[in-house]
C-alpha cells in the first residue's frame, strides 16, 4: 500500500524553526517528485514546495522562499522541510504528496501534521 | 499569483449532474494542459480525482469528467451521489515561480 506519513508539527513561538518529516512507504521513493502543501483552517490549499526525484530541484511558493528548505533522502524514502523564521501566518496543516511520474499531479497525499505558530 | 476562481458552493439533489468552475490565466490553466482536481472529506487529505485535464486516476469513479475550455477548466460530477458530498479544489501548473496554483474550492452539496 502506498503510504505517506508526516510527522513533526507542533506548536512554536513566532521566528522560531521546526522541521517536518515525510516517511514513505509501497512505491519507488526515488522515482517521484514529491511536494509540501498546506492548508490553513477553514480555508483552502495552497503549494509551499517542490523537490524533483533526485533532489537536485527545488522550488518554492515566493511567501516561503528563504525560509524554508525542502530536502529528501531517497536511501532513507524520507521527506523534508526545514522551516525557519517561522509567522502567524505559517500556521497550517502541512501536507505532503507525490507526484504520479510523468505528470504535474499529486495523486498520494499523507494525513497531515498540524503547525501552530504562536506567542 | 492569485489563486484560481472556483464557485464558493454547488449544489444538487442525488441523481443530477452538477459542473464547476476553475478560472484561472493564461499562465496557468490557460497555457498548460495540467489540470488537476480534487477532492476533500472534512478531516481528511485531498483525493486526486482528476489529471492532465480530463484523466481519471485508477479507482476513480466514471461519473467525474474533467474539460478546458480557454482559460476556465471544468469538473462535471453526474449521478450525483450523498459520497460526493465535499470540497472540491483544482490545481494548475503555472509558468510563473509559483509553479503550482490551487483554486479556491467548492463546497458541493447533495440534498
Known amino acids: ?119 | 499569483q492569485s489563486a484560481l476562481t472556483q464557485p464558493a458552493s454547488v449544489s444538487g439533489s442525488p441523481g443530477q449532474s452538477i459542473t464547476i468552475s476553475c478560472t484561472g490565466t493564461s499562465s496557468d490553466i490557460g497555457g498548460y494542459n495540467y489540470v488537476s482536481w480534487y477532492q476533500q472529506h472534512p478531516g481528511k487529505a485531498p483525493k486526486l480525482m482528476i489529471y492532465e485535464v480530463s484523466n481519471r486516476p485508477s479507482g476513480v469513479s466514471n461519473r467525474f469528467s474533467g474539460s478546458k475550455s480557454g482559460n476556465t477548466a471544468s469538473l462535471t460530477i453526474s449521478g450525483l451521489q450523498a459520497e460526493d458530498e465535499a470540497d472540491y479544489y483544482c490545481s494548475s501548473y503555472t509558468s510563473t515561480t509559483t509553479r503550482y496554483v490551487f483554486g479556491t474550492g467548492t463546497k458541493v452539496t447533495v440534498l
Not at chain 1, 38 to 58: E, H
Not at chain 1, 62 to 86: A, C, E, H, P, W
Open chain 1, 1 to 119: 500500500e502506498v503510504q505517506l506519513l508526516e510527522s513533526g508539527g507542533g506548536l512554536v513561538q513566532p521566528g522560531g524553526s521546526l522541521r517536518l518529516t515525510c516517511a514513505a512507504s509501497g512505491f519507488t521513493f526515488s522515482a517521484c517528485a514529491m511536494s509540501w502543501v498546506r492548508q490553513t483552517p477553514g480555508k483552502g490549499l495552497a503549494w509551499v514546495s517542490t523537490i524533483s526525484n533526485s533532489g537536485s530541484d527545488t522550488y518554492y511558493a515566493d511567501s516561503v522562499k528563504g525560509r524554508f528548505t525542502i530536502s529528501r533522502d531517497n536511501s532513507k524514502n524520507t521527506l523534508y522541510l526545514q522551516m525557519s523564521s517561522l509567522r502567524v501566518e505559517d500556521t497550517a496543516t502541512y501536507y505532503c504528496a507525490k507526484f504520479l511520474p510523468g505528470t504535474r499531479s499529486m495523486d498520494v497525499w499523507g494525513q497531515g501534521t498540524t503547525v501552530t505558530v504562536s506567542s
